[in-house]
């Protein structure tokens, strides 16, 4: 029997697999827990479909689609298994000449398959391929009439080999590569060997560090250039004015920044996006938490932050300045998720400055959070904007139909989505409710995979953290993410008069496939009135 | 197309590398294809070693139990035997460089510019250059008349009691302990009695060669007088009498080649062996290396680069080797190493070992260096019978970028001088298997 990554949700398109609890070729029993995936950052232990004899196609630390083989459950001990086992029993047990078994039985095999057609092979073949567990039908056969023969066998052993050899982890690396690698926690997957048939030497393993350290600055340019506000800020006002005949223009200023993005994607480390935090309120927690001020910092915080951290022996040889940490579990998982973000959705980042000053009453009057405010604000002007609360799936544009708010939040070092289900619906006293124990286990990593499942929009609030804007990652597959910057008092026009007023900037990057640029300015200025006018929120809660 | 200037080990096997990929080869050879190395160097030099150990052994013969009396050494019939397997070499390597279809060209060379050489026949055109035009016998113009080359020793028709030779270095050290063996008094004029290469054991096979009677003598040679059959020569306040004195000083053969390749008396090249003119490359004795081992890899990494490949010289897993004494080193000498890395050492002494035991060789001693940290090996260093070929298996490790635990790990059949690498390689925690507990 089959068993396929599983879809833990609506939008899970692909889960990595963390752990395997049970061993090649172990027995597994229907409903035991067999191994443990990851996605949206939530480990979720997976059982086994059917009892039988574990045969695992896809190793740990591999991404798979969802609905693709990862496992299958077999009647009898896998073949290859008992080969191994063979083998390493080698040194102590004789060679024992492999069985012959009746051609009958094969077609068994055969029949349990996919296919039921008898396979053309000549005889040879087949008891090669018996010998090495290798089903003909996925043999190429170069015969008569397509027929298999036992050289076309070998060579499709041979091959596979190579390629398992190739999946199952680090084939062409050296020893001494593999050491310096694994105390540096470079992942080899990402170096290419110049050995023999490339094999990774250890030479490869310094340039690479060198390499990675060396595009860092360069890098960072690029990244900050396209993010100035003042480039987004001043077409901004234009944008809801702009009809139809001058909307090709905001294409054109993604063609421009569209070649920089891929620079980002290499590297191994990204901008540490977003964190949120329940400001002012409840200052308690804040101060309890000193890790998520680490987390939060923009930009680079990953350098400053480590090298307090690490220590490592004296530098050696070519090695470059500086210290790493291993790309690993969550990092990985946002490393790879931010970089496919930023590589495959068009980005766009609008701001717009909003006056706080009655939200701020609200909160005071309400004993709720800034945060609490936002995603009712958010959930209620998606509801009239269905295309921020949408997903891109395979060129369709799917607008979802429930409203689901992320909201980022810092753990550690680690950077989470909870998420708000069915936001909309809620009152701003049960949202309130829901965030605070989102966030309080999200801290305590107590998050079930429902927790963080099926966002549809995200929030990133670093306004505690004293930044005033920025410019946030969408969180895929969604359509778009809000950052919300610091609330200050500044002085603003109001009827003619200077008035001091609670203003915070609000940043909205889409993706600009799903969303052009006027539906989404007008989404944000909806959520800009709701916000300078609170009390709607409070209106639309008693149903 | 490629030329290639001189057909000694890193000229043929750069043609030969340079044919399996692709290109056609002329070689030119105003000599012998083969070289130094198969003419005048390596080749005769292990056959006239062969000779003088299986005179020297028959004197510890008798411990096992043979009883011979040695007869006069006859120095014309070591020559035949080393004519013999020297032209068995030369004709092989002929056959080989034919099957591969060089064209080899009987004649000197001279490259006037990046893609014309001239030859014997006239302008050659090509698109790569290698230059492997190796080295000469030096001998100062005043001293030729009563002096012989390293060449020409191998002419010798008689066996002289004594020799003096002059300048050291691998080659002169073998040639040294050849005459030894044959009980010639021998006195050697060196600054250093071995290539830098051999720091680390430069004074044990120098205590070797005196406790075997080697006369040591520093200065230079101010004259050289006939005296009857013999040649007195004055050295400083020294004067040494013997019957022939030995040149092995070597020049670098760097007529034909561009001035402007020229640095410092060699042809200066990158890891990729090309010189100042990416066209051209150098291999061998003229790029200031000068064992045919490192020749020959020079060669491959020249014709593969020349051939669009990016392969590279790493000078560090070349083993060097000195037949007699028997020696051998790889790698980083352990000042090197210590100014790179935090070294650490495992020793193994030939006399712990079983193998080496019943063969009576007993002195000698194996040193592997590696990086505490990575367990890196580094370099090693090994004295004693079977040097030149065990050594190989720790340059094989560190190709293979294997670190110190898997050399160790070696499965050895037992008893066999292999061991000594493994046990060397335990040594560094001290879990040698045939050592004391540390």
Known sequence: ???????????????????????????????????????????????????????????????????????????????AVEKAEVSRAMEDVPWKEPEFKPVRQEREVVEISVQEERTPASPRARRVAEDYGVLLENVRGTGPDGAVTEGDVLSYVGKR?????????????????????????????????????????????????????????????????????????????????????????????????????????????????????????????????????????????????????????????????GKTLPLTGIRKLTAERMSRSKREAPHLTLGMDVDMTEASNLKTSLAVTYTDILVKAVALALRTHPQLNSTLSENRIVLRDTINIGIAVARGEDLLVPVIHRADALSLKKISQATADIIERTRKDQLKDTDVLDGTFTISNLGMYDIDFFTPIINPPEAAILGVGRITPRPVVVRNRIEIREIATLSLSFDHRIVNGVPAALFLKEVRNLLEHPYRLLMEEEP | MITILGGGP??????????????????????????????????????????????????????????????????????????????????????????????????????????????????????????????????????????????DVFQLQYLPRSVLVVN?????????????????????????????????????????????????????????????EQKLVEIGEEEIIAEELIWMNRKRVLEGIPRKLVQHESVAVNEHMQTAFPAVYAVGDITGSYTAGDAMAQGVVAAEHAMGNTTAYNPRTVPKVLYAPEAAVIGLTEREASEEYDVVKGNFPYGASGRAQTVGAIRGRVTILADKKYGEILGAHIVGKGASELIQLIGFAMRLEATIDELSSLLCAHPTMVEMIRDAGLDIHGNAFNLPRK
Not at chain 1, 43 to 49: K, L
Not at chain 2, 174 to 195: I, P
Request: with cysteine; net charge negative; aromatic share 6%.
């Open chain 1, 1 to 79: 029997m089959k068993m396929v990554m599983p879809k833990m949700g609506m939008t899970m398109e692909e889960g990595t697999i963390v752990e395997w609890k049970k061993r090649e070729g172990e027995f597994v029993e229907k409903g035991e827990i067999i191994l443990e995936i990851m996605t949206n950052k939530v480990n979720i232990e997976v059982e086994a479909p059917a009892s039988g004899f574990l045969k695992i196609l896809r190793g740990v630390d591999d991404v798979v689609l969802v609905g693709e083989v990862i496992a299958s459950i077999e009647e009898k001990v896998p073949e």
């Open chain 2, 10 to 151: 890193g000229g043929y096997t750069a043609a030969i590398r340079a044919v399996q990929l692709g290109a056609e080869v002329t070689l030119l050879e105003k000599e012998e294809v083969g070289g130094t190395c198969l003419n005048w160097g390596c080749v005769p030099s292990k056959v006239f070693l062969k000779g003088s150990k299986m005179y020297s052994q028959l004197k510890f013969a008798e411990s096992y139990g043979v009883f011979a009396k040695p007869s006069p050494f006859d120095m014309r019939r070591l020559g035949e035997r080393k004519n013999e397997v020297k032209q068995a070499l030369v004709m092989g390597l002929k056959n080989v460089l034919r099957s591969y279809g060089v064209n080899i060209v009987h004649g000197e060379g001279r490259m006037i510019d990046e893609h014309t050489v001239v030859g014997p026949g006239g302008n050659i055109a090509c698109d790569k250059i290698i230059l492997a035009t190796g080295c000469q016998p030096e001998v100062p113009h005043l001293f030729q008349e009563l002096s012989v080359t390293y060449k």
């Open chain 1, 161 to 321: 080999k190579s390629q398992e050899a190739f999946q199952s982890g680090l084939p062409g690396v050296s020893p001494l590569a593999e050491r310096i690698a694994r105390e540096k926690g470079i992942d080899l997957s990402r170096i290419k060997g110049t050995g023999l048939e490339g094999k990774i030497t250890k030479e490869d393993v310094f340039r690479y560090m060198e390499e990675r350290e060396k595009p860092e600055r360069p890098r960072m340019q690029k990244e900050l250039e396209p993010e100035k506000p003042g480039i987004e800020k001043e077409r901004e006002p234009e944008i809801p004015r702009i009809e139809k005949e001058r909307e090709p223009e905001i294409p054109r200023i993604e063609k421009e920044r569209e070649p920089e993005i891929p620079r980002i994607e290499k590297s191994s480390e990204i901008e540490l996006e977003q964190a949120i935090e329940k400001p002012m309120i409840r200052p308690e927690p804040v101060s309890q938490l000193p890790p998520i001020q680490t987390g939060a910092t923009l930009a680079e915080p990953e350098h400053r932050v480590e090298e307090p951290i690490m220590h490592l022996e004296k530098p050696l040889g070519p090695e470059p300045e």
């Open chain 2, 168 to 228: 050291g270095g691998v080659f002169a050290v073998e040639m040294a302990w050849f005459f030894l063996e044959l009980g010639s008094q021998v006195t050697m004029v060196a600054e250093n009695v071995l290539e830098r290469d051999f720091e680390d054991i430069e004074t044990r096979i120098a205590s070797y060669l005196q406790n075997r009677g080697v006369k040591f003598v520093q200065g230079r040679i101010a004259s050289i007088k006939k005296q009857g």
